[in-house]
């Protein structure tokens, strides 16, 4: 069993704009777990300290109650927005297999097409671009997702169908996920149970 836990978690501007203050979260990889919180409440921020985007905060991410060592994160982060986060000079085969190189069966799992390893995300559309964020962060070496409103500007097929192949995907290879949204009947449909960022924030 893999566990994910941040204890103390503190994080803000100054000293009179805390974002986070003294968080502690704890999951396991068997975990499909939501995380709710209105817009501006710091679930962003969070995301981005559990996956070491963010290092300046006061605290500690544990995997398996040690520190995460420098190399490939275990813990994957996937955004809202993939198209900000993709080198635009790198076609969709180049950004693919900078984390790994995945099977075709797997390739068909998530709707995506071999045709589209030529071409740039300027000419792809927002699901297809997130469909190749996610699998890029499914690495093999990849313990816990975290997902961030990742289908929030896509369409209601869309969100189904990605929804559908990463959860299955998850629960096949013990990856768990975190989802975090501010849309409670999302949250209430796909994942196991869901906790309140308020819940865990002592402001």
């Known amino acids: 069993m893999e566990t994910l836990k941040a204890e103390h978690i503190s994080f803000g501007y ?12 704890t999951m396991d990889n068997s975990m499909i777990l939501g995380l ?8 962003s921020t969070f995301c981005k300290i559990l996956t070491g985007f963010i290092d300046s905060y006061k605290g500690n991410v544990l995997l398996n109650n040690k520190s995460i060592e420098n190399g490939f994160n275990p813990i994957q ?9 993709m080198n635009p000079r790198w076609n969709m085969g180049d950004i693919l297999k900078e984390s790994w190189n995945p099977s075709e069966k797997i390739l068909n799992e998530f709707g995506i097409k071999r045709e589209w390893f030529n071409r740039y995300p300027s ?14 962060a499914l690495n093999p070496k990849t313990k816990f997702i975290i997902a961030d409103e990742i289908t929030t500007m896509l369409d209601a097929v869309t969100q189904v169908q990605i929804w559908d192949s990463l959860l299955k995907y998850a629960k096949k290879y013990n990856i768990g996920v975190l989802v975090v949204s501010h849309d409670d ?16 924030n002592k402001q």
């Open 14 to 25: 100054n000293s009179k704009n805390m974002v986070l203050n003294d968080i502690n979260f």
């Open 36 to 43: 709710f919180g209105d817009s501006g409440s710091g679930k």
């Open 77 to 85: 982060l996937i955004y809202q927005h993939p198209e900000k986060i």
């Open 123 to 136: 000419e792809l559309s927002g699901g297809e671009l997130q469909r190749f964020s996610i699998l890029r």
């Open 185 to 200: 009947k999302l949250l209430n449909k796909i994942t196991d149970r869901t906790i309140l960022l308020d819940d865990l």
